[in-house]
């Protein structure tokens, strides 16, 4: 099993605990890695080392960043719009701001309540959320169309009635571009039920 | 497009052209490096600086190691069974390496003759194979049965008619565990010419 001396053997062992990647392709991501060891070896292992030192966690949203405040909590123009988004994790975020929603800001729950998984309010950012989401008029919970997600979505819902805050959650429908023959029927029926005057 | 500042939007960038990776499964290939910066960030970091430093090309059969001439050529057992196989690509020469074929030696060409991408015998490595070919007794041609693998051998076996040394390609045939039906007619003819009493 000697391909190449330990330190590629390693190098390939963590390559492969990414996700998306597994003990195959690290091993051909390592051999592309050396075989363009100036272009992309190089420069990959410089923004590794610059990257572990200044990626932090915003102590506000849960948000992945180089500064905390993040530079989504610390940009006042997206506290004008008042509008919260809460995610389950910094990727559906980042997917947000891909789709350009606007000037909003955000909540990281780190997961959903799942007591199966034993993951229970204490496990989530969810104090968080409660002790600033008075400082917004909407609240969009944008969790996962899952069971989990939506059990999180009502269990926060619950926590803020009684306020004056507004709680919303993304519209379900026929995805763009999507088409009928291809989609559940849960999915058609709730587009039927929320269509639209054109 | 902000995803977490310039340092993490460049690892991005640099992780989504490795093999195997899009940018969206870079994107969340990085998240899960944050995730778990102690466990697998940190030591993914150590490990490319480390195997940037160590790893060399054997300068005598072109193997990637972190010593040069490689472990398998400073081998001596490896030099005894007088066998040679050639290979396009050092992945080739690791995947022989897992199969366990044995004490062999390897020459790495770097690539197969293509006259339509420019690929002449001077941009690969055959002058060093024809000068070391006469140290062993068997050459094995393990090129991809492609047309391009295929022209290659041709043209070793070419340059090395003339000399006693015996030159032999892998044997075509039923992949172990595939199925009959899945096979093309090409495999399936050359696996009935080549059959063997049981």
Do not use: F
Not at 135 to 162: C, F, K, P, W
Not at 184 to 191: F, H, I, N, P, R
């Amino acid at each position: 099993m000697a391909s190449g001396g330990p330190e590629i053997e390693q190098l390939i062992q963590l390559l492969a605990r990414l996700p998306g990647l597994g003990p195959r392709s690290a091993r051909r991501a390592v051999l592309h890695l050396i075989k363009k060891k100036e272009q992309l070896m190089l420069p990959l292992s410089a923004a590794l080392d610059r990257a572990v030192l200044a990626v932090k966690s915003c102590e506000v949203c849960g948000n992945v960043d180089t500064t905390s405040p993040c530079s989504i909590c610390a940009d006042p123009r997206r506290g004008e719009s008042g509008i919260l988004i809460v995610v389950e994790d910094v990727a559906d975020l980042w997917a947000l701001e891909r789709a350009g929603v606007g000037q909003v800001r955000y909540h990281v729950l780190g997961g959903v309540l799942s007591p199966l998984d034993g993951v229970g309010p204490d496990d989530l950012n969810l104090e968080g959320l409660i002790a600033r989401a008075h400082d917004y008029s909407e609240i969009v919970l944008a969790m996962n169309a899952t069971v989990e997600g939506q059990t999180t979505a009502h269990y926060i819902t619950d926590r803020l009635t009684g306020t004056d805050i507004r709680v919303t959650r993304l519209a379900h429908g026929v995805p763009v571009g999507g088409e009928l023959d291809y989609l559940d029927e849960g999915t058609l029926s709730q587009a039927l039920k929320a269509r639209t005057v054109i």
